[in-house]
């Protein structure tokens, strides 16, 4: 079993940044794929960013491609997200999730079954 515990989230104006950590615990496997996730109220739940352990490949929803960057710490087994030029529309729960084996093509479809219990974050204009 896989533990993920985020952290980071918090309130921002337009146009800052936050760090969100997700620490990874309990049976690791040296090919995993990690997921952020982001859901706000009303709206169904979207993937932001993947990043495949293996190799370091990343992968970025469109909304978020050059503001949001994905990265892993194997020493701290930690994946962070950084979120740069933050919109009000990035408001939303955001949530770390894992899945074991490689990201493929439907990184945002793995069906992750390992999931952190998510951090607040609140942009405002």
């Known amino acids: 079993r896989v533990q993920l515990v985020e952290s980071g989230g918090g309130s921002v104006q337009a146009g800052g940044s936050l760090r969100l950590s997700c620490v990874v615990s309990?049976?690791?496997?040296?090919?995993?794929?990690f997921g952020w996730f982001r859901q706000a109220p009303g709206q169904e739940r979207e993937g932001v960013a993947a990043?495949?352990?293996?190799?370091?490949?990343?992968y970025y929803a469109d909304s978020v491609k050059g503001r949001f960057t994905i990265s892993q710490d194997n020493a701290n087994n930690t994946v962070y997200l950084q979120m740069n030029s933050l919109k009000a529309e990035d408001t939303a729960m955001y949530s770390c999730?894992?899945?074991?084996?490689?990201?493929?093509?439907?990184?945002?479809?793995?069906?992750?079954?390992?999931w952190g219990q998510g951090t607040q974050v609140t942009v405002s204009s």
């Open positions: 999730a894992a899945h074991v084996g490689d990201c493929g093509g439907s990184y945002w479809d793995l069906g992750y079954p390992y």
């Open positions: 309990g049976d690791t496997y040296s090919t995993m794929c």
């Open positions: 990043i495949y352990s293996l190799d370091g490949s990343t």
